[in-house]
């Protein structure tokens, strides 16, 4: 029999092997908190991720507006952009001033499919230079080179003829984007960055982790078989 003890972080981890006398290996025991530690990865790895900090999708300075305007629920003003890596939207928010109440604003793709919508509040802590308000929403993956639009409808101050526009390295192609009443901003006039209607905002987080189910499962299973098998060798070995 062969023994082997290594030391680590307050705790040892033993692996014994015993071997017939032609070298053959015929059974290999890991510790139960290794095991544990193995099957845990494995369950990890099954699970989808989640967004972490956000990004602000864009952001200006104060000074950097040319001409502010207000919206009385006749517009929802916004703008679009395009995915350029592989990223998420974890939180719509709305340009902090004078928010009369709540604000609607949500998220579309270019075929003006609803990917998300959410109220936002002025009570909220305002973040970034502009400054902004945000409510989280769940996660909405965005796919590299599809456009997609975000919008806000309430009553509110929004901002036009802004520059310069810093805007996140996730995203790009920036541009405006409004509609009359409550509903998907397809009208695209005018053109450039600066002449997006910036009462709405996105936060973006990371790519959402999918899952690739049979290999995951496989793994998971796999993890839980060897663990069941180290506690019946471990039963056998002490009868």
């Known amino acids: 029999m062969l023994a082997f003890s290594i030391q680590g972080a307050n705790k040892q981890t033993y692996l014994h092997r015993a071997v017939e006398p032609k070298g053959n290996l015929i059974m290999t025991r890991i510790s139960k908190r290794v095991a544990a530690s193995a099957v845990g990865a494995a369950v990890l790895a099954a699970l989808p991720g989640i967004g972490a900090a956000g990004t602000l999708g864009?952001?200006?300075?104060?000074?950097?507006v040319g001409a502010p305007g207000f919206n009385d629920d006749t517009w929802t003003l916004g703008w679009s952009f395009t995915d350029t890596t592989a990223t998420s939207v974890i939180a719509l928010g709305a340009l902090?001033?004078?928010?009369?109440?709540?604000?609607?604003v949500s998220l579309w793709n270019s075929s003006g499919t609803l990917l998300a919508s959410t109220t936002v509040s002025g009570a909220e802590t305002p973040v970034g230079s502009a400054p902004w308000v945000f409510t989280p929403i769940t996660?909405?993956?965005?796919?590299v080179g599809d456009t997609y639009y975000v919008g806000a409808y309430g009553v509110s101050f929004y901002d036009f003829e802004v520059s310069p526009v810093t805007i996140a390295p996730q995203i790009?192609?920036?541009?405006n984007a409004w509609v009359?009443?409550?509903g998907f901003p397809s009208e695209r006039s005018p053109t450039g960055v600066e002449n997006a209607f910036y009462g709405a905002n996105v936060e973006l987080g990371t790519a959402?982790?999918?899952?690739p189910e049979?290999?995951?499962l496989a793994l998971f299973g796999a993890?839980?078989?060897?663990l069941g098998m180290i506690r019946r060798r471990r039963r056998g070995a002490k009868a």
């Not at 864009?58 to 950097?64: E, G, K, L, N």
């Open 180 to 182: 009359t009443g409550n």
């Open 58 to 64: 864009i952001d200006f300075s104060p000074t950097a």
């Open 172 to 175: 790009s192609d920036v541009g």
């Open 223 to 226: 993890g839980l078989a060897g």
């Open 96 to 104: 902090d001033q004078s928010i009369g109440g709540t604000e609607t």
């Open 208 to 211: 959402l982790t999918t899952v």
């Open 214 to 216: 049979p290999a995951s």
């Open 139 to 143: 996660p909405v993956a965005l796919t």
